[in-house]
């Protein structure tokens, strides 16, 4: 999945050449087609680099792009959980109603196991600016957590150590689920291949990125995460 042909085959999944029609997108390194989750994981870089794409280019730099990208975080976000809609596995990859169920449950399990070490990646955090001992407590804390069983103490600093922008990434998974809620909403649940949603969502990331959220909005996006997980489980 490294050619242009691959990114072309993603946009093709979309449903409407409207969405990149007119961009010139960064190149961007791909994943690699193991699994179907690959798509999701090609989709959240699709979405982040649609996000530079649009990003206002009358204004400074330092305005139209926030370095540590909560909006791009977002939208990629958004991208790859059009994946997990029933209506884009039947209509666009042409799945029976049997098939795209148990291919849904898949893809909702890998979604919501990404969004977990996020999680997990945040949480470690500030222990990591204290010391290796703070956190392979932190690790071994919330990992068990994370994950339901308890992790070694050696693997902390290892699997899932914190990065910068980890929080703006986790908070994007969360917005996007409470947008693709709005957009379900306003547009019904194909909104991906409803023109005037595309043409909302371009119109909105031509503006200067949004850098903060509120702890109401991350509240409701998990509320919508939960049940959009739920619900293909």
């Not at 291919?103 to 909702?108: D, E, G, P, Y």
């Amino acid at each position: 999945m490294r050619s242009t042909s691959s990114r072309r085959s993603l946009h093709d999944l979309l449903g409407s050449t409207d969405w990149l029609s007119g961009l010139r997108l960064e190149a961007m390194e791909l994943p690699a087609a193991l699994s179907a989750a690959s798509f999701l994981r090609g989709l959240l870089r699709l979405g982040a680099a649609w996000s530079d794409a649009l990003a206002p280019s009358a204004q400074p730099f330092c305005i139209a792009r926030d370095p540590f990208g909560l909006s791009r975080a977002t939208y990629g976000a958004l991208f790859a959980g059009i994946a997990l809609s029933p209506v884009f596995l039947q209509r666009q990859l042409g799945l029976g109603k049997a098939r795209a169920t148990g291919h849904n449950r898949a893809l909702a399990q890998s979604a919501l196991l990404f969004t977990r070490q996020l999680a997990l990646r945040v949480l470690q955090a500030e222990a990591a600016l204290s010391g290796p001992q703070a956190l392979r407590e932190s690790f071994l804390e919330h990992a068990t957590l994370t994950f339901g069983f308890e992790a070694s103490p050696s693997a902390a600093g290892l699997f899932f150590r914190p990065r910068l922008g980890d929080a703006q990434r986790f908070a994007g998974v969360l917005l996007a689920a409470l947008q693709a809620d709005e957009l379900s909403d306003e547009h019904d649940e194909d909104w991906f291949r409803n023109p005037r949603a595309i043409e909302q969502l371009r119109s909105e990331a031509r503006t200067p990125p949004v850098t903060t959220c509120t702890a109401e909005q991350l509240r409701s996006g998990s509320r919508a995460l939960i049940r959009a997980l739920t619900a293909r489980f």
